[in-house]
Nanobody, 116 residues
Framework: VQLQASGGGLVQAGGSLRLSCAAS????????MAWYRRAPGKERELVAG?????NTKYVDSVKGRFTISRDNAKVYLQMNSLKPEDTAVYYC?????????????WGQGTLVTVSS
């Protein structure tokens, strides 16, 4: 299974971007999908996650600005009111459980740059 992320780019503060991520190579559905990011000089952090049933969670810094959604093995991140501190490489993640073992799949990352 491979995850392909797209949609990153350069945007001014206050602008919007929509990230997309699609899985290829398999028809199974992930238990959960998520977006992580790694900003320069910082550790990777979970930005938003969504379960198969549609339950969502967000890191406090993006609540009210970002929205995660999914369609089977595709996951999206709508980012509004972007701030310079949102600048990072964003990675999509798909998590599955096979015979009780958790497996994580990662996309290649897409760069989001927010200028002030």
């Amino acid at each position: 299974v491979q995850l392909q992320a797209s949609g990153g780019g350069l945007v001014q503060a206050g602008g919007s971007l929509r990230l997309s991520c699609a899985a290829s190579g398999s028809t199974f559905s992930f238990n959960s999908m998520a977006w992580y990011r790694r900003a320069p000089g910082k550790e990777r952090e979970l930005v938003a996650g969504i379960s198969r049933s549609g339950n969502t969670k967000y890191v406090d810094s993006v609540k009210g600005r970002f929205t995660i959604s999914r369609d089977n093995a595709k996951v999206y991140l709508q980012m509004n009111s972007l701030k310079p501190e949102d600048t990072a490489v964003y990675y999509c993640n798909g998590h599955s459980t096979v015979v009780g073992v958790g497996i994580d799949y990662w996309g290649q990352g897409t760069l989001v740059t927010v200028s002030s």
